[in-house]
T-cell receptor
Framework: GNSVTQMEGPVTLSEEAFLTINCTYT??????LFWYVQYPGEGLQLLLK?????DKGSNKGFEATYRKETTSFHLEKGSVQVSDSAVYFC?????????????FGGGTRVLVKP | EAGVTQFPSHSVIEKGQTVTLRCDPI?????LYWYRRVMGKEIKFLLH????????ESGMPNNRFLAERTGGTYSTLKVQPAELEDSGVYFC?????????????FGPGTRLTVL
């Protein structure tokens, strides 16, 4: 079955540091890949997505590239801010016509200190 | 436009009691999903509705869980009787019908604690 593995946290960084959160997946076919973020006290929000190999998703300074050869979708940001403190979830979706369920990784808590 | 809402935000019950969680999806979204996160582990899929029909309920853990979506609008998830291992955060999400990569919009979750 499908599975997602992401690095465990917590990850503690100083403001303006470089952030990488590793994510690898196992799936049949060609899944779509997502990063969701959960800020304190809020629900999950889609951060970025990629739907095919070599696609790069980007949003709010975050980027992730769909690497089929390494089955990875690592999240990166060049200079983090305190407001980036949150839990980040890597996820994939099975391709179905009518909609699809998400398979999530375990989440990585990121704490950015001023 | 209102987002996905869930009620209650928190629920504390005793083992053996019944709890009903409610989800109101974004208006016009035919797809509705339930997920849960137990003990800080990964978020796991429970089931998927397309309008009022259950499309996929492969993630439902056992027959103590019952989900409904009467009329294809809001959905309820009932746990009866609740057990300790049911504690966790229950998320609801909705999306448009059609594209496989459609974004799922999540609610804030209901934190369930079973004592």
């Amino acid at each position: 079955g499908n599975s997602v593995t992401q690095m465990e946290g917590p990850v503690t960084l100083s403001e303006e540091a470089f952030l990488t959160i590793n994510c690898t997946y196992t799936a049949t076919g060609y899944p779509s890949l997502f990063w969701y973020v959960q800020y304190p006290g809020e629900g999950l929000q889609l951060l970025l997505k990629a739907t095919k190999a070599d696609d790069k998703g980007s949003n709010k300074g975050f980027e992730a590239t769909y690497r089929k050869e390494t089955t990875s979708f690592h999240l990166e940001k060049g200079s983090v801010q305190v407001s980036d403190s949150a839990v980040y979830f890597c996820a994939l979706s099975s391709i179905k016509a009518a909609g699809n369920k998400l398979t999530f990784g375990g989440g990585t808590r990121v704490l950015v200190k001023p | 436009e209102a987002g996905v809402t869930q009620f209650p935000s928190h629920s504390v019950i005793e083992k053996g009691q019944t709890v009903t969680l409610r989800c109101d999806p974004i208006s016009g979204h035919d797809n509705l999903y339930w997920y849960r996160r137990v003990m800080g582990k990964e978020i796991k899929f429970l089931l998927h509705f397309v309008k009022e029909s259950k499309q996929d309920e492969s993630g439902m853990p056992n027959n103590r869980f019952l989900a409904e979506r009467t009329g294809g609008t809001y959905s309820t998830l009932k746990v009866q009787p609740a057990e300790l291992e049911d504690s966790g955060v229950y998320f609801c999400a909705s999306s448009h019908f059609g594209q496989a990569s459609n974004e799922q919009f999540f609610g804030p979750g209901t934190r369930l604690t079973v004592l």
